[in-house]
């Protein structure tokens, strides 16, 4: 009974936003229809959320009448994973994304004031991107349907790499980030539909945009650190064709914030930010799709069905056609407040927007070029590192160089553009004679590699000096931007010495013998046959001394799930500030040694730090008062 | 210019989304379904209902073998469109993968039993050498040899996209 309960509150809740969508989009605004708009929304959520919590209560109580939750939960579980057993697969987790849509629209609801002229719009289309994702929920991916009469005892069981506390908070993570940018697609469109050139909507989404953005880095970060220690692939960055549609939201999300900035301060690149903000929310869905038609194989695409690939397709292209029509004939309406000067502030983030866009463009060929490839010839081809290598590196230091001479910018002034002011000579040359130094101490050869660094530094350093003066002179620092384009620079630095140092090797060692590898000493100590309730394992005992004086013990497994025969290789991992010592066992060769495979893994914890920083920047631009700038 | 601009803003993303549906309903794999051949591996197990052990020799030619195990929900849903198959004069070998006998027994008895023989693999080896990944998984041999194999639930649209037409081209059954 209380299935069904849940079942139809969400199927009224559908209904509800229907109406709120249908009535906010042909009514004209007064007081009466804002407040009326408002308040049906809320009720709407309150069903939706109802159905939603029911949903978790049911599978914390294992109620196995309910098909998906029998196939994805298991009454051994720890009530943790029960819950996120709801989206480990796909009804469940699209449930979570619908949620968590509603949700984002429910704040911005109580938040803004009903006077806001573009709230009930917004509301509005908000209430009907819902009311979409509902019917494909509902219509082709049921989470409600029940094994009747007889549920089973014990329910199935979760795919073991997925019960993990990393991976049971990335995906809420981050589908907070992907659906957070309705607020700012709805605003823009209410705009447009509104007609009234005065209207600030940017200023309305700057911190919207702003959290949405936080919540997608920090996702991003969490699957990447995830990856890490659970596949057992033992690197940062794979660019798996899931992770590329989570990266190119991120891309427009980033150029959306910088651009944002702009037509908040000074009424220009309004068109750009416009078309940013649908960009953004159109990549999200597009993720959505890549990730649920089951067009792509990849760790994450979930179980496929042709039906929801072609629902979702369709609906984006509703989307897509909707907005984008809108935009067309509206474009006459944003009249951009005189030319940017040359060398001001705005010029360097139109330039920005250019080489975002550009990145945007070629990780959309990266993901689709294979496609198109086994379209035509019927034969796979991927589309691996080297492509995106090619692209990003230099796009990101030329990027970088602009951003190093954006910081003695100013806002809507061309100023006399002097090179060689004192920040700037004291940064290139420490830049420099570090880069030189770090050329002479790792004899390397690899411009991309020094380059990089040399980019990053001269950007940490300059920063650096930003904040020294703002302390010292009580100058006037945006705190957010520093913060997170020094995070860029330290993540470019990591990144750069993550992979000119970073080495592996896959040893054959045998049983109480010792094998060198670098400065290590690796003891095999001893191997172990090991069951648990529901694997059973192999549990390598290693002891490692480095030329640091380190002794430490490490301890790779390889395990057999029961239920699936799953095999998941458990890595065993030595963390220091600089390195980590990452070691995974495979097979047993015929002479009695195993293979172990040794990664020494430089400054990668630096690559998911500078990320968080990033994310943290954010958090501190939405905690401060002021109306803060990129 | 402008309305060059207009048009580029259009047509890009529509076209994207053209491809996309050609990609998506071009597309006539099945997923799951897998044509490779190869031998049927040697294995010499317990049958589940006599306490016989049997090899491949005992089998017969052609026939189907279906993985299944009494804790598979998923068994249980396509255990009806089995059971019509035997109807219809479709051999099925039923592979009992990591169960209990008598557990496995007693689902057979209370649901009926559409195998001709029944492999009681208690330890997933003949599985393994399959390289099931779960159950159900069905496979189907002409000679001692895999032709075909599906993995997942099969119903009526699967027999036919996956299995019917090798069955009508190679004469089997």
Redesign the interface.
């Given at each position: 009974m209380i299935i069904e309960i849940s079942h139809f509150l969400s199927i009224l809740s559908t209904g509800l936003f229907f109406l709120v969508g249908s009535f906010a989009l042909t009514t004209n605004n007064t007081p009466y229809t804002s407040n009326l708009i408002s308040r049906t929304y809320s009720h709407a959520f309150l069903f939706l959320s109802s159905s939603f919590l029911i949903y978790i209560w049911l599978a914390i109580t294992d109620n196995f009448s309910v098909q998906y939750i029998?196939?994805h939960s298991n009454s051994a579980l720890p009530t943790f994973y029960k819950i996120s057993s709801i989206w480990s697969a796909h009804e469940g987790s699209m449930f979570l994304w619908i949620f968590f849509l509603a949700l984002w629209g429910f704040i911005f609801n109580i938040k803004i004031k009903n006077a806001e002229i573009l709230k009930p719009k917004t509301m509005g289309i908000i209430s009907l991107i819902i009311v979409g994702f509902l019917l494909f929920l509902l219509i082709t991916s049921n989470p409600f349907i029940t094994?009747l009469p007889i549920a089973?005892l014990n329910g199935?069981d979760i795919n073991p790499v997925l019960q993990d506390p990393a991976l049971a908070i990335h995906p809420p993570t981050l589908y907070l980030g992907y659906v957070g940018f309705v607020i700012p697609f709805a605003c823009s469109l209410a705009f447009l539909i509104n007609g009234d050139p005065d209207a600030k909507w940017e200023k309305l989404v700057n911190k919207w945009s702003v959290s949405a953005w936080v919540f997608l880095t920090v996702g991003i970060t969490l699957g990447s650190w995830w990856a890490y220690y659970e596949l057992g692939w033992g690197g940062y960055w794979f660019w798996d064709p899931v992770e590329n549609v989570a990266l190119m939201p991120w891309l427009a999300a980033t150029a959306f914030l910088h651009s944002l900035s702009v037509s908040i301060k000074s009424s220009q690149l309004r068109t750009w930010t416009i078309?940013l903000s649908i960009t953004v929310f159109?990549l999200s869905l597009f993720g959505a799709?890549i990730v649920r038609?089951?067009?792509i194989d990849s760790v994450h695409s979930f179980a496929?069905d042709?039906q929801r690939?072609?629902y979702l397709?369709a609906f984006?292209?509703v989307i897509?056609?909707a907005s984008?029509?809108l935009?067309?004939s509206r474009?006459s309406l944003i009249k951009p407040s005189g030319n940017i000067k040359t060398f001001s502030k705005q010029s360097f983030i139109s330039i920005n927007n250019i080489f975002f866009v550009t990145l945007i463009f070629s990780v959309?060929l990266g993901v689709?070029y294979p496609?198109?490839y086994e379209?035509l010839y019927d034969q796979k081809i991927s589309v691996g590192a080297p492509f995106y290598n090619a692209i990003f590196i230099p796009i990101v230091i030329l990027a970088s160089i602009f951003l190093f001479f954006s910081v003695d910018s100013k806002w809507s002034r061309s100023i006399d553009f002097r090179i060689f002011t004192k920040p700037i000579v004291l940064s290139l040359f420490f830049a420099l004679t570090s880069t030189f130094a770090i050329y002479f101490i790792f004899k390397t050869n690899n411009i991309a590699i020094l380059l990089t660094i040399f980019t990053g530094l001269i950007v940490i350093i300059r920063y650096l000096i930003e904040v020294w003066t703002a302390l010292v002179y009580k100058k006037y620092l945006n705190v957010f931007s520093a913060i997170a384009h020094f995070a860029l620079g330290l993540l470019l630095v990591s990144i750069s010495f993550n992979s000119l140092l970073s080495t592996e090797r896959a040893l054959n060692i045998k049983i109480n013998e010792f094998e060198e590898y670098k400065d290590l000493t690796i003891y095999f100590k001893d191997i172990r046959v090991r069951k648990d309730s529901n694997y059973d394992a192999i549990k390598a005992e290693f002891n490692i001394k480095d030329k640091y004086g380190n002794n430490f013990d490490l301890s790779p497994e390889k395990r057999r799930y029961?239920?699936?025969?799953?095999i998941t290789t458990e890595t065993a991992i030595y963390i220091s500030p600089l390195r980590d010592i990452y070691l995974t066992i495979g097979d047993q060769l015929e002479d009695g040694s195993w293979i172990v495979n040794v990664q020494i893994n430089f400054l990668i914890r630096w690559i998911w730090f500078s990320a968080c920083l990033m994310a943290f920047a954010g958090i501190v631009l939405i905690f401060s008062n002021r109306k803060s700038n990129i | 210019m402008k309305i060059l601009l207009k048009l580029i803003i259009l047509i890009l993303p529509a076209s994207f989304i053209w491809m996309f549906f050609l990609l998506l309903t071009e597309d006539d794999s099945i997923i799951g379904a897998d044509y490779r051949n190869f031998a049927l591996p040697e294995f010499n197990l317990e049958q589940l209902d006599e306490s016989i052990f049997i090899d491949s020799s005992d089998l017969g030619d052609d026939y189907i073998i279906n993985v299944w195990a009494s804790w598979c929900i998923t068994c249980r849903v396509e255990h009806p469109y089995l059971m019509s198959l035997n109807n219809k004069g479709v051999p099925i070998i039923g592979l009992n993968y990591k169960d209990e006998k008598n557990d496995a027994l007693e689902w057979l008895s209370k649901f009926g039993n559409p195998y001709e023989r029944i492999i009681h693999d208690y330890k997933g080896t003949l599985a393994l050498d399959l390289g099931v990944t779960g159950a159900p998984e069905t496979f189907l041999v002409q000679n001692g040899k895999i032709i075909a194999h599906y993995q997942g639930e099969i119903n009526e649209s699967i027999w036919n996209e996956v299995f019917s037409p090798i069955i009508e081209e190679k004469e089997l059954f």
């Open positions: 029998a196939n094994i089973p199935a078309l159109s799709f038609s089951g067009i496929n042709p690939g072609l397709l984006i292209a897509i056609a984008l029509s935009f067309v474009l959309m689709t496609l198109i379209y029961f239920t699936r025969g799953q | -």
